[in-house]
Protein backbone atom coordinates (compact mmCIF):
# COMPACT_ATOMS: atom_id res chain seq x y z
CA UNK A 1 0.00 0.00 0.00
CA UNK A 2 0.97 3.61 -0.61
CA UNK A 3 2.80 5.18 2.28
CA UNK A 4 2.38 8.90 1.52
CA UNK A 5 -0.14 10.60 -0.50
CA UNK A 6 -0.31 13.96 -1.80
CA UNK A 7 -4.32 15.82 -2.41
CA UNK A 8 -3.74 17.86 -4.77
CA UNK A 9 -7.39 19.33 -4.32
CA UNK A 10 -9.13 21.67 -1.52
CA UNK A 11 -12.05 21.97 -0.03
CA UNK A 12 -14.80 19.24 1.03
CA UNK A 13 -13.20 16.64 -1.38
CA UNK A 14 -9.75 17.13 0.53
CA UNK A 15 -10.71 16.56 3.55
CA UNK A 16 -13.01 13.28 1.95
CA UNK A 17 -9.54 11.89 0.64
CA UNK A 18 -7.32 12.66 3.78
CA UNK A 19 -10.21 10.30 5.92
CA UNK A 20 -10.23 7.31 3.50
CA UNK A 21 -6.04 7.66 3.76
CA UNK A 22 -6.45 7.72 7.65
CA UNK A 23 -8.35 4.77 7.73
CA UNK A 24 -5.59 2.71 5.48
CA UNK A 25 -3.16 3.71 7.19
CA UNK A 26 -1.79 6.60 4.19
CA UNK A 27 0.26 9.58 5.52
CA UNK A 28 -1.25 12.74 3.57
CA UNK A 29 0.28 15.79 2.29
CA UNK A 30 -1.89 18.61 1.70
CA UNK A 31 -1.61 21.62 -1.02
CA UNK A 32 -2.83 24.96 -0.38
CA UNK A 33 -2.42 28.33 -2.67
CA UNK A 34 -1.75 31.65 -0.33
CA UNK A 35 -6.18 31.73 -0.05
CA UNK A 36 -6.44 28.67 1.40
CA UNK A 37 -3.66 28.82 4.83
CA UNK A 38 -6.58 28.45 7.02
CA UNK A 39 -8.04 25.74 5.17
CA UNK A 40 -9.45 23.15 6.63
CA UNK A 41 -7.62 20.09 4.57
CA UNK A 42 -4.22 21.86 5.56
CA UNK A 43 -4.78 21.37 8.93
CA UNK A 44 -6.12 18.02 8.80
CA UNK A 45 -3.07 16.23 6.69
CA UNK A 46 -0.29 14.97 7.96
CA UNK A 47 1.76 17.53 6.41
CA UNK A 48 1.17 20.73 4.02
CA UNK A 49 2.76 22.73 1.50
CA UNK A 50 2.00 25.79 0.04
CA UNK A 51 2.09 25.83 -4.23
CA UNK A 52 1.18 29.28 -5.59
CA UNK A 53 -1.07 32.76 -5.06
CA UNK A 54 -4.34 32.32 -4.82
CA UNK A 55 -5.08 31.89 -8.70
CA UNK A 56 -6.26 28.47 -9.24
CA UNK A 57 -4.13 28.59 -12.97
CA UNK A 58 -1.14 29.66 -10.36
CA UNK A 59 -1.69 26.89 -7.70
CA UNK A 60 -4.18 23.91 -7.74
CA UNK A 61 -3.83 24.57 -11.99
CA UNK A 62 -0.39 24.30 -11.84
CA UNK A 63 1.39 20.84 -12.83
CA UNK A 64 4.96 22.07 -11.91
CA UNK A 65 4.11 23.54 -8.63
CA UNK A 66 2.38 20.59 -7.99
CA UNK A 67 4.92 18.06 -9.35
CA UNK A 68 7.77 20.22 -7.18
CA UNK A 69 5.57 19.71 -4.04
CA UNK A 70 5.24 15.63 -4.56
CA UNK A 71 8.62 15.48 -5.44
CA UNK A 72 10.03 17.13 -2.49
CA UNK A 73 7.68 15.35 0.49
CA UNK A 74 7.92 12.23 -0.93
CA UNK A 75 4.60 11.37 -1.97
CA UNK A 76 4.20 7.74 -3.42
CA UNK A 77 0.86 8.94 -4.56
CA UNK A 78 -1.13 11.63 -5.77
CA UNK A 79 -5.13 11.85 -5.89
CA UNK A 80 -6.68 14.57 -7.78
CA UNK A 81 -10.15 14.83 -6.22
CA UNK A 82 -12.44 16.29 -8.84
CA UNK A 83 -12.32 19.44 -10.99
CA UNK A 84 -8.58 21.33 -11.44
CA UNK A 85 -6.39 18.69 -12.56
CA UNK A 86 -8.30 15.37 -12.14
CA UNK A 87 -9.36 14.93 -15.73
CA UNK A 88 -5.97 16.72 -17.14
CA UNK A 89 -3.93 13.86 -19.20
CA UNK A 90 -0.44 15.40 -18.76
CA UNK A 91 -0.93 15.42 -15.20
CA UNK A 92 -1.75 11.60 -15.15
CA UNK A 93 1.30 11.33 -17.33
CA UNK A 94 3.43 13.54 -15.16
CA UNK A 95 3.00 11.51 -12.26
CA UNK A 96 3.47 8.48 -14.05
CA UNK A 97 6.62 9.54 -15.83
CA UNK A 98 8.20 10.86 -12.34
CA UNK A 99 7.08 7.21 -11.14
CA UNK A 100 4.03 8.39 -8.72
CA UNK A 101 1.02 6.29 -8.67
CA UNK A 102 -1.90 8.94 -9.77
CA UNK A 103 -5.52 8.01 -8.24
CA UNK A 104 -7.44 7.90 -11.15
CA UNK A 105 -7.10 6.41 -14.90
CA UNK A 106 -4.38 6.34 -17.22
CA UNK A 107 -3.79 9.61 -19.02
CA UNK A 108 -5.32 7.76 -22.11
CA UNK A 109 -8.18 7.41 -21.20
CA UNK A 110 -8.81 10.72 -19.59
CA UNK A 111 -7.68 12.51 -22.88
CA UNK A 112 -9.98 9.73 -24.85
CA UNK A 113 -12.58 10.24 -22.84
CA UNK A 114 -11.74 14.12 -22.82
CA UNK A 115 -12.37 14.30 -26.41
CA UNK A 116 -16.36 13.75 -26.64
CA UNK A 117 -16.94 13.16 -30.52
CA UNK A 118 -14.13 10.21 -30.24
CA UNK A 119 -15.98 8.72 -27.40
CA UNK A 120 -19.42 8.97 -29.07
CA UNK A 121 -17.73 7.31 -31.32
CA UNK A 122 -16.34 4.17 -29.97
CA UNK A 123 -19.50 3.75 -27.87
CA UNK A 124 -22.06 3.57 -31.08
CA UNK A 125 -18.94 0.88 -31.96
CA UNK A 126 -19.29 -0.82 -28.94
CA UNK A 127 -23.05 -1.07 -29.86
CA UNK A 128 -23.93 1.39 -26.89
CA UNK A 129 -26.91 4.04 -27.68
CA UNK A 130 -25.60 7.29 -28.78
CA UNK A 131 -28.07 10.16 -29.97
CA UNK A 132 -28.04 10.96 -33.29
CA UNK A 133 -25.19 14.00 -34.00
CA UNK A 134 -22.31 15.18 -35.33
CA UNK A 135 -19.92 12.24 -36.71
CA UNK A 136 -16.21 12.29 -37.04
CA UNK A 137 -14.13 14.93 -35.04
CA UNK A 138 -17.12 17.55 -34.59
CA UNK A 139 -17.12 20.56 -36.48
CA UNK A 140 -15.57 24.15 -36.44
CA UNK A 141 -17.49 25.63 -38.96
CA UNK A 142 -21.26 27.54 -38.91
CA UNK A 143 -21.65 25.45 -42.63
CA UNK A 144 -20.74 22.36 -41.52
CA UNK A 145 -23.24 22.50 -38.45
CA UNK A 146 -25.70 23.33 -40.95
CA UNK A 147 -25.40 20.47 -42.83
CA UNK A 148 -25.06 18.45 -39.72
CA UNK A 149 -28.66 20.23 -38.91
CA UNK A 150 -29.85 18.97 -42.54
CA UNK A 151 -29.71 15.93 -41.05
CA UNK A 152 -30.64 15.82 -37.90
CA UNK A 153 -33.48 18.20 -37.16
CA UNK A 154 -33.88 20.91 -34.70
CA UNK A 155 -34.03 21.28 -31.63
CA UNK A 156 -30.13 20.35 -31.30
CA UNK A 157 -27.64 20.89 -28.60
CA UNK A 158 -24.82 22.31 -29.61
CA UNK A 159 -21.75 20.74 -27.29
CA UNK A 160 -17.99 21.81 -26.86
CA UNK A 161 -15.56 18.62 -28.22
CA UNK A 162 -13.47 19.17 -25.23
CA UNK A 163 -16.46 20.56 -23.22
CA UNK A 164 -18.51 18.37 -20.49
CA UNK A 165 -20.70 19.37 -17.48
CA UNK A 166 -22.32 21.69 -19.65
CA UNK A 167 -20.07 24.66 -20.65
CA UNK A 168 -20.26 25.73 -24.47
CA UNK A 169 -23.70 24.29 -25.04
CA UNK A 170 -26.57 25.64 -26.27
CA UNK A 171 -29.85 24.54 -27.24
CA UNK A 172 -30.89 25.64 -30.66
CA UNK A 173 -34.66 25.57 -32.31
CA UNK A 174 -34.48 27.36 -35.61
CA UNK A 175 -31.85 28.22 -38.60
CA UNK A 176 -31.76 32.08 -36.60
CA UNK A 177 -30.57 30.68 -33.34
CA UNK A 178 -27.95 28.63 -35.15
CA UNK A 179 -26.47 31.45 -36.89
CA UNK A 180 -26.33 33.23 -34.19
CA UNK A 181 -25.33 30.54 -31.28
CA UNK A 182 -23.23 28.44 -33.04
CA UNK A 183 -19.91 31.29 -32.97
CA UNK A 184 -20.88 32.35 -28.91
CA UNK A 185 -20.88 28.71 -28.25
CA UNK A 186 -17.49 28.27 -30.44
CA UNK A 187 -16.22 31.05 -28.77
CA UNK A 188 -16.69 30.44 -25.38
CA UNK A 189 -15.34 27.16 -26.11
CA UNK A 190 -12.09 28.50 -26.90
CA UNK A 191 -12.23 30.87 -24.24
CA UNK A 192 -12.28 27.33 -21.54
CA UNK A 193 -10.73 24.70 -23.03
CA UNK A 194 -8.75 26.68 -25.78
CA UNK A 195 -10.62 24.23 -28.34
CA UNK A 196 -12.76 25.14 -31.26
CA UNK A 197 -14.34 22.12 -32.69
CA UNK A 198 -17.54 21.51 -31.12
CA UNK A 199 -20.39 19.00 -31.70
CA UNK A 200 -24.35 18.66 -32.71
CA UNK A 201 -26.73 16.66 -30.87
CA UNK A 202 -30.12 15.67 -31.30
CA UNK A 203 -31.50 18.04 -28.33
CA UNK A 204 -33.56 15.86 -25.98
CA UNK A 205 -36.04 17.56 -24.15
CA UNK A 206 -38.10 16.00 -20.48
CA UNK A 207 -34.99 13.55 -20.56
CA UNK A 208 -33.71 12.61 -16.83
CA UNK A 209 -29.80 12.62 -16.33
CA UNK A 210 -28.84 9.23 -15.06
CA UNK A 211 -25.22 8.24 -14.53
CA UNK A 212 -23.86 5.22 -13.80
CA UNK A 213 -20.78 4.34 -11.30
CA UNK A 214 -18.57 2.46 -12.36
CA UNK A 215 -15.55 0.43 -10.17
CA UNK A 216 -12.90 -0.99 -12.98
CA UNK A 217 -9.62 -2.45 -11.78
CA UNK A 218 -6.15 -2.88 -13.26
CA UNK A 219 -7.52 -6.54 -14.79
CA UNK A 220 -10.11 -5.40 -16.53
CA UNK A 221 -12.59 -6.34 -14.23
CA UNK A 222 -15.31 -4.04 -14.28
CA UNK A 223 -18.34 -3.44 -12.13
CA UNK A 224 -20.91 -1.12 -11.66
CA UNK A 225 -22.94 0.47 -8.55
CA UNK A 226 -25.63 1.49 -9.22
CA UNK A 227 -27.24 4.78 -10.88
CA UNK A 228 -27.58 8.78 -9.78
CA UNK A 229 -30.32 10.63 -10.63
CA UNK A 230 -29.02 14.40 -11.62
CA UNK A 231 -31.49 16.10 -13.49
CA UNK A 232 -31.61 18.86 -11.09
CA UNK A 233 -29.09 21.17 -12.48
CA UNK A 234 -29.13 25.24 -12.65
CA UNK A 235 -26.92 26.66 -15.66
CA UNK A 236 -25.42 23.10 -15.64
CA UNK A 237 -24.26 23.34 -11.72
CA UNK A 238 -25.74 20.69 -10.00
CA UNK A 239 -28.16 21.19 -7.33
CA UNK A 240 -29.36 17.71 -5.59
CA UNK A 241 -28.58 14.30 -6.53
CA UNK A 242 -29.72 11.16 -6.00
CA UNK A 243 -29.40 7.08 -5.62
CA UNK A 244 -31.57 5.31 -6.94
CA UNK A 245 -32.95 7.18 -9.48
CA UNK A 246 -36.69 7.39 -8.87
CA UNK A 247 -38.19 5.92 -11.84
CA UNK A 248 -35.60 3.12 -12.06
CA UNK A 249 -36.58 -0.36 -12.25
CA UNK A 250 -34.39 -4.01 -11.85
CA UNK A 251 -34.67 -5.02 -15.20
CA UNK A 252 -33.37 -0.99 -16.78
CA UNK A 253 -30.48 -1.22 -13.77
CA UNK A 254 -29.47 -3.95 -15.42
CA UNK A 255 -29.79 -2.99 -18.92
CA UNK A 256 -28.18 0.37 -18.73
CA UNK A 257 -25.55 -1.06 -16.15
CA UNK A 258 -24.45 -3.10 -18.51
CA UNK A 259 -23.89 -0.64 -21.27
CA UNK A 260 -21.78 1.75 -18.48
CA UNK A 261 -19.94 -1.18 -17.97
CA UNK A 262 -19.49 -2.01 -21.35
CA UNK A 263 -18.51 1.27 -21.95
CA UNK A 264 -15.55 0.77 -19.63
CA UNK A 265 -14.16 -2.42 -20.52
CA UNK A 266 -14.38 -1.55 -24.44
CA UNK A 267 -11.65 0.79 -23.64
CA UNK A 268 -9.79 -1.15 -20.85
CA UNK A 269 -10.79 2.07 -18.45
CA UNK A 270 -9.74 1.55 -14.72
CA UNK A 271 -9.97 3.29 -11.26
CA UNK A 272 -13.65 5.16 -10.62
CA UNK A 273 -15.80 6.14 -13.48
CA UNK A 274 -19.02 7.91 -14.13
CA UNK A 275 -20.84 7.00 -17.69
CA UNK A 276 -23.73 9.44 -18.28
CA UNK A 277 -26.82 8.53 -19.94
CA UNK A 278 -30.03 10.65 -20.95
CA UNK A 279 -33.26 8.68 -19.94
CA UNK A 280 -36.29 9.13 -22.41
CA UNK A 281 -40.22 9.28 -21.22
CA UNK A 282 -40.41 5.88 -23.69
CA UNK A 283 -37.55 4.34 -21.71
CA UNK A 284 -34.87 4.62 -23.83
CA UNK A 285 -31.12 5.58 -23.08
CA UNK A 286 -28.72 7.36 -24.90
CA UNK A 287 -24.82 7.54 -23.70
CA UNK A 288 -23.91 11.29 -23.46
CA UNK A 289 -19.83 11.29 -21.62
CA UNK A 290 -17.94 9.54 -19.51
CA UNK A 291 -16.73 11.17 -16.47
CA UNK A 292 -12.72 9.72 -15.25
CA UNK A 293 -12.80 11.13 -11.87
CA UNK A 294 -14.38 10.76 -8.84
CA UNK A 295 -17.65 13.14 -8.07
CA UNK A 296 -18.84 15.50 -6.07
CA UNK A 297 -21.95 13.12 -6.13
CA UNK A 298 -20.10 10.00 -5.14
CA UNK A 299 -22.07 10.34 -1.40
CA UNK A 300 -25.13 9.07 -2.56
CA UNK A 301 -23.95 6.05 -4.05
CA UNK A 302 -21.78 5.44 -1.06
CA UNK A 303 -24.63 5.55 1.15
CA UNK A 304 -26.58 3.06 -0.47
CA UNK A 305 -24.06 0.66 -1.60
CA UNK A 306 -21.87 0.92 1.48
CA UNK A 307 -19.14 0.59 -0.07
CA UNK A 308 -16.46 3.66 0.43
CA UNK A 309 -15.43 4.81 -3.39
CA UNK A 310 -12.34 7.15 -2.18
CA UNK A 311 -11.09 4.28 -0.53
CA UNK A 312 -11.50 1.39 -3.67
CA UNK A 313 -10.17 4.35 -6.20
CA UNK A 314 -6.88 4.64 -3.80
CA UNK A 315 -7.13 0.17 -3.71
CA UNK A 316 -7.64 0.07 -7.58
CA UNK A 317 -4.26 2.64 -8.40
CA UNK A 318 -2.31 0.53 -5.56
CA UNK A 319 -3.13 -2.49 -8.02
CA UNK A 320 -5.34 -4.77 -6.15
CA UNK A 321 -8.19 -6.40 -8.06
CA UNK A 322 -11.71 -5.58 -7.41
CA UNK A 323 -13.10 -7.94 -4.62
CA UNK A 324 -16.90 -7.04 -5.11
CA UNK A 325 -18.48 -9.07 -8.03
CA UNK A 326 -21.81 -7.70 -9.18
CA UNK A 327 -24.18 -10.11 -7.73
CA UNK A 328 -22.80 -8.53 -4.51
CA UNK A 329 -23.76 -5.21 -5.04
CA UNK A 330 -26.98 -4.25 -3.07
CA UNK A 331 -29.15 -0.91 -2.98
CA UNK A 332 -30.25 -0.37 -0.04
CA UNK A 333 -32.90 2.47 0.78
CA UNK A 334 -32.65 6.47 -1.11
CA UNK A 335 -29.96 8.78 -0.56
CA UNK A 336 -30.08 12.56 -1.83
CA UNK A 337 -27.43 14.72 -1.68
CA UNK A 338 -27.95 18.76 -1.22
CA UNK A 339 -25.53 21.07 -2.24
CA UNK A 340 -24.71 23.89 -0.44
CA UNK A 341 -23.67 27.02 -1.89
CA UNK A 342 -22.53 29.84 -0.74
CA UNK A 343 -24.52 32.28 -3.61
CA UNK A 344 -27.25 35.31 -3.00
CA UNK A 345 -30.71 33.23 -3.43
CA UNK A 346 -31.73 36.10 -5.87
CA UNK A 347 -29.52 36.26 -8.24
CA UNK A 348 -27.41 32.63 -8.06
CA UNK A 349 -24.47 34.28 -8.17
CA UNK A 350 -21.44 33.55 -5.60
CA UNK A 351 -21.82 35.00 -1.86
CA UNK A 352 -18.63 34.51 -0.44
CA UNK A 353 -17.56 36.14 2.86
CA UNK A 354 -16.65 35.00 6.21
CA UNK A 355 -19.05 32.15 8.28
CA UNK A 356 -19.42 34.15 11.45
CA UNK A 357 -21.10 31.12 13.29
CA UNK A 358 -22.43 28.05 11.95
CA UNK A 359 -24.20 24.58 13.37
CA UNK A 360 -24.09 21.72 11.33
CA UNK A 361 -26.95 19.27 11.14
CA UNK A 362 -26.61 15.65 12.33
CA UNK A 363 -28.44 12.51 13.27
CA UNK A 364 -29.49 9.43 11.91
CA UNK A 365 -28.92 8.88 7.88
CA UNK A 366 -27.76 12.45 8.01
CA UNK A 367 -24.06 13.07 6.61
CA UNK A 368 -22.47 16.35 6.61
CA UNK A 369 -19.42 16.73 4.33
CA UNK A 370 -18.05 19.97 4.61
CA UNK A 371 -14.72 22.04 5.38
CA UNK A 372 -16.30 25.04 6.94
CA UNK A 373 -15.39 26.34 10.70
CA UNK A 374 -16.53 29.19 12.48
CA UNK A 375 -14.83 32.47 11.55
CA UNK A 376 -13.65 30.85 8.02
CA UNK A 377 -13.26 32.83 5.19
CA UNK A 378 -15.17 31.51 2.02
CA UNK A 379 -13.03 32.14 -0.94
CA UNK A 380 -13.74 34.47 -4.08
CA UNK A 381 -11.12 32.37 -6.20
CA UNK A 382 -12.82 28.89 -6.20
CA UNK A 383 -16.28 26.91 -6.57
CA UNK A 384 -18.71 28.35 -4.24
CA UNK A 385 -20.16 25.11 -3.08
CA UNK A 386 -19.37 25.00 0.95
CA UNK A 387 -21.64 21.72 1.78
CA UNK A 388 -23.10 18.78 1.27
CA UNK A 389 -25.75 17.27 2.68
CA UNK A 390 -26.64 13.65 2.35
CA UNK A 391 -29.04 11.89 3.88
CA UNK A 392 -29.80 8.04 3.48
CA UNK A 393 -33.15 6.40 4.69
CA UNK A 394 -35.49 2.91 3.95
CA UNK A 395 -37.43 4.70 1.04
CA UNK A 396 -36.88 8.42 -0.79
CA UNK A 397 -40.07 9.76 1.06
CA UNK A 398 -38.17 9.11 4.26
CA UNK A 399 -35.18 10.67 3.15
CA UNK A 400 -37.54 13.72 1.67
CA UNK A 401 -38.47 14.48 5.23
CA UNK A 402 -34.79 13.86 7.21
CA UNK A 403 -33.49 16.36 4.75
CA UNK A 404 -36.57 18.95 5.51
CA UNK A 405 -35.41 18.62 9.41
CA UNK A 406 -31.58 18.60 8.32
CA UNK A 407 -31.62 21.54 6.09
CA UNK A 408 -33.78 23.55 8.79
CA UNK A 409 -31.34 22.74 11.37
CA UNK A 410 -28.32 23.96 9.08
CA UNK A 411 -27.44 27.29 10.17
CA UNK A 412 -24.63 29.14 8.64
CA UNK A 413 -24.46 33.23 9.40
CA UNK A 414 -22.51 35.33 7.67
CA UNK A 415 -22.42 34.53 4.39
CA UNK A 416 -25.47 33.71 1.92
CA UNK A 417 -26.57 30.05 1.09
CA UNK A 418 -28.77 28.29 -1.67
CA UNK A 419 -30.33 26.29 1.85
CA UNK A 420 -33.66 28.08 1.26
CA UNK A 421 -34.03 27.37 -2.31
CA UNK A 422 -33.84 23.49 -1.50
CA UNK A 423 -36.26 23.81 1.17
CA UNK A 424 -38.58 25.23 -1.65
CA UNK A 425 -37.49 22.01 -3.64
CA UNK A 426 -38.49 19.20 -1.79
CA UNK A 427 -42.13 21.56 -0.98
CA UNK A 428 -42.50 21.06 -4.52
CA UNK A 429 -45.72 18.16 -5.67
CA UNK A 430 -43.92 17.04 -8.68
CA UNK A 431 -40.18 16.66 -7.25
CA UNK A 432 -41.85 15.00 -3.71
CA UNK A 433 -43.29 12.70 -6.31
CA UNK A 434 -40.27 12.31 -8.13
CA UNK A 435 -41.32 13.48 -11.42
CA UNK A 436 -39.30 15.59 -12.69
CA UNK A 437 -36.72 15.97 -16.30
CA UNK A 438 -33.56 18.47 -16.95
CA UNK A 439 -36.20 21.11 -17.76
CA UNK A 440 -37.31 21.16 -13.74
CA UNK A 441 -35.31 24.04 -12.46
CA UNK A 442 -36.16 26.18 -15.40
CA UNK A 443 -39.73 25.69 -15.22
CA UNK A 444 -39.29 26.01 -10.72
CA UNK A 445 -37.19 29.23 -11.32
CA UNK A 446 -40.04 30.79 -13.82
CA UNK A 447 -42.86 30.20 -11.07
CA UNK A 448 -41.07 31.68 -8.69
CA UNK A 449 -41.14 34.78 -11.06
CA UNK A 450 -44.18 35.04 -11.73
CA UNK A 451 -44.64 34.44 -7.70
CA UNK A 452 -42.15 37.62 -7.25
CA UNK A 453 -44.64 39.85 -9.74
CA UNK A 454 -47.72 41.14 -7.47
CA UNK A 455 -45.48 41.47 -4.53
CA UNK A 456 -43.26 43.70 -7.30
CA UNK A 457 -46.55 45.89 -8.39
CA UNK A 458 -47.59 46.04 -5.20
CA UNK A 459 -44.60 47.85 -3.69
CA UNK A 460 -44.12 49.76 -7.11
C1 LIG B 1 -28.09 16.86 -23.15
C2 LIG B 1 -29.43 17.14 -22.79
C3 LIG B 1 -30.42 16.93 -23.76
N1 LIG B 1 -30.07 16.51 -25.01
N2 LIG B 1 -27.81 16.43 -24.40
C4 LIG B 1 -25.99 18.71 -19.28
C5 LIG B 1 -24.66 18.43 -18.69
C6 LIG B 1 -23.99 17.52 -19.65
N3 LIG B 1 -23.12 16.58 -19.03
C7 LIG B 1 -25.07 16.90 -20.43
N4 LIG B 1 -26.23 17.70 -20.25
C8 LIG B 1 -27.32 17.51 -21.03
N5 LIG B 1 -27.09 17.04 -22.30
C9 LIG B 1 -28.78 16.27 -25.30
N6 LIG B 1 -28.47 15.86 -26.54
C10 LIG B 1 -29.70 17.56 -21.48
C11 LIG B 1 -28.63 17.77 -20.61
C12 LIG B 1 -28.98 18.17 -19.26
C13 LIG B 1 -29.64 19.41 -18.98
C14 LIG B 1 -29.96 20.33 -19.97
C15 LIG B 1 -30.60 21.53 -19.67
C16 LIG B 1 -30.94 21.83 -18.33
C17 LIG B 1 -30.62 20.94 -17.34
C18 LIG B 1 -29.98 19.73 -17.64
C19 LIG B 1 -29.67 18.81 -16.61
C20 LIG B 1 -29.03 17.65 -16.91
C21 LIG B 1 -28.70 17.33 -18.22
Do not use: W
Not at 389 to 395: K, N, P, S
Amino acid sequence: MFKKLLVANRGTIAIRIIRACRELGIATIAVHSTADQDALHVRMADESVCIGPAAAEDSYLSIPSIMSAVLTYGADAVHPGYGFLSENGDFAEACRKSGVNFVGPRARHIRLMGDKPRARRIMKRAGVPVLPGSEGTGVTELRDAQADVKRLGYPVLIKAAAGGGGKGMRVVRDANELAKLFPLARAESEAAFGSRAMYLEKYLENARHVEFQILADNNRSAIHLGERDCSLQRRHQKVLEEAPCPVMTPRLREKMGKAAVRAAQVVGYSNVGTVEFLLAADGEFYFIEMNTRIQVEHGVTEMVTGIDLVKESILIAAGKPLTLKQRQVKITGAAIEYRVYAEDPDTHLPSPGVVSSHHSPGGLGVRVETALYDGYRVPVHYDPLIAKIIVHAEDRALAIKRAQAALHEYLIEGIKTNIALHLRILDDPDFVAGQFSTNFLTRFDRREEVAVEPRLAKAS
